[in-house]
């Protein structure tokens, strides 16, 4: 199968999505994340690999948090990082996504983090530049977010320690999420025995079973006994009432609570991408609970994005 | 040809060391083999000393050439290193490279009054001005031969050779 993430020695050198992925390239990456962590409890966060390199966050899409941390895993491997709100300039003077690419590439930028509402955009881009060019997703329409899937995975193996007797539960808008998507493909990879998805038909993608997922409408059960609970931004922009009645009507179906969460077993973690929607998919407290590694998650994205950074980075052709 | 006996050399490493250290003193091992020795020393030293670990991967020279290669655990210098007098410690010393990344490091965590260099072989190889104040024996070998130190069967310490082609 053509795979445009890997070159012709099989070493990683773009990260598009999660399918593709061996089990051994995943822990490659969470176990080098690891080491990075470390750099960032130092006092001086930084190590030199990637110095005279050219990082540049290619956003088509609005992100607060995704940008900023690859910025900041960037800068702390030493890259010159250089931000471009596409959405906000060339793009509505009307250039197209391969001129602007092209235009960063003739001022000898080395890796590009692309985030747009296209699903594919990554992949279209990745096939069309130069073998020493590294392409990073960092989101794609509904597609994929890669890094997302695989900080998430990081997460629950920090608190979890194996990924082989667990059950996950992932609550809320799957239909257009590519969260989920990552993390059900990440999940199955590291052998996940039990993904659950958990939302109301309308949310869910067709024949969602066929990604490997058990499906539960009714929250109280599909959280019976999991041990990670993953909960998912509903987007405002659906609560229009087409997919959804009102944010009240979600929360009182579908948000946690505390009495649902002691559903779930007593140690269980939960997890939230960001950016949260208080009050309409999680309570406030259960947000701020001992058992909420949401702030965490944030902490190991920076790791995990430098990881991903330094193996593109140090995969020569 | 015959390689030196490991155990025999990290002894007199051990009571050069031991002549020299103080309560400012704090040990480093260079991973893996280093951090193999500073162990294996650790409890014989005539006080409690505080130590730390390096792994330099992510200060290399030749990340561009040969990629990042993490194969040993994370750096930890729990310790305060500021003023104090640092013994790093390697197996085997040849050009210099790593001790530079190391040495790198280590600025990254505080500002040593210190460092010495106390490594078993000195291969002569050094391509830079650093050079280790402690060594137990000087070998010359081929380039592309690479000296070891591992653990046989009986838990000692003992030298290999290996080929490589880099």
């Known amino acids: 199968m053509f795979n445009p993430q890997l070159n012709e020695k099989g070493n990683l050198n773009h990260l598009l999505s999660i399918e593709g992925l061996s089990k051994e390239k995943i822990l490659q990456i969470l176990d080098t994340a690891e080491s990075f962590l470390k750099i960032g409890e130092r ?4 190590v030199p690999i990637l110095r005279g390199k050219t990082v540049c966050n290619v956003f088509f899409e609005n992100s607060t948090r995704t940008r900023t941390t690859f910025e900041i895993a960037a800068k702390r491997l030493s890259a010159d990082v250089i931000n471009l709100n596409v959405a906000t300039s060339s793009q509505s003077k009307g250039e197209t996504i391969l001129d602007t690419i ?3 590439i003739a001022m000898n930028a080395d890796i590009f983090v692309v985030r747009h509402s296209s699903s594919g955009a990554a992949h279209f881009i990745a096939s069309h530049v130069k ?6 997703n960092a989101g794609d329409g509904n597609h994929s977010h890669p890094t997302q899937g695989l900080l998430d995975a990081f997460t629950i193996r920090k608190y979890k320690t194996n990924f082989n007797n667990l059950k996950v539960a992932i609550v809320g808008d799957i239909l257009h999420s590519r ?6 493909h990440a999940l199955n990879i590291l052998g996940v025995p039990e993904i659950r998805v958990i939302a109301p038909k309308t949310l869910l993608p067709y024949e969602v079973e066929k990604l490997g997922v058990h499906v539960f409408h009714d929250i109280d059960k599909g959280l019976k006994d999991v041990d990670v609970i ?6 405002n922009e659906r609560m229009d009432g087409v997919m959804l009645p009102s944010q009240e009507e979600y929360f009182k179906t579908y948000g946690l609570n505390q009495s649902r969460l002691n559903l779930a077993k007593k140690e269980a973690i939960v997890m939230h991408p960001g950016p949260m929607n208080r009050g309409v998919e999680i309570d406030s407290a259960v947000a701020d609970s001992e058992q909420s590694v949401i702030l965490p998650q944030v902490t190991f994205g920076i790791a995990v994005r430098m990881s991903v950074m330094a193996i593109l980075a140090g995969q020569y052709s | 040809m015959n390689l ?3 155990e025999n050399l990290i002894e007199s490493l051990k009571n050069k060391i031991n002549a020299i250290i103080d309560s400012n ?5 260079v991973q893996r083999g280093g951090e193999l020795i500073l162990q294996k020393i650790l409890p014989d030293l005539k006080e409690p000393i505080a130590t730390g670990s390096i792994n330099a991967s992510f200060y290399r020279d030749d990340f561009s050439s040969r990629g990042l290669k993490i194969k040993n655990t994370p750096s930890k210098i729990d ?3 500021d003023g104090k007098n640092i013994i790093l410690i390697d197996d085997v010393f040849s050009t210099g490279r790593t001790v530079r990344a190391a040495m790198n490091e280590i600025f990254d965590y505080g500002r040593p009054s210190k460092i010495i260099l106390a490594v078993l072989i000195d291969r002569n190889e050094q391509e830079l001005p650093i050079a280790p104040q402690i060594y137990i024996e000087k070998i010359n070998l081929p380039k592309n031969q690479h000296l070891e130190l591992v653990f046989d069967k009986n838990k000692k310490f003992i030298f290999q050779l290996k080929e490589s082609n880099v």
Request: net charge positive.
């Open chain 2, 25 to 29: 003193t704090v040990l480093i091992g």
């Open chain 1, 230 to 235: 993953m909960m998912l931004r509903v987007q």
């Open chain 1, 102 to 104: 092209n235009n960063l």
């Open chain 1, 179 to 184: 969260v989920a998507r990552s993390n059900i």
């Open chain 1, 131 to 136: 073998p020493n060019i590294h392409i990073i």
């Open chain 1, 43 to 46: 006092d001086v966060k930084k």
């Open chain 2, 79 to 81: 310790t305060e290193i």
């Open chain 2, 4 to 6: 030196p006996n490991a």
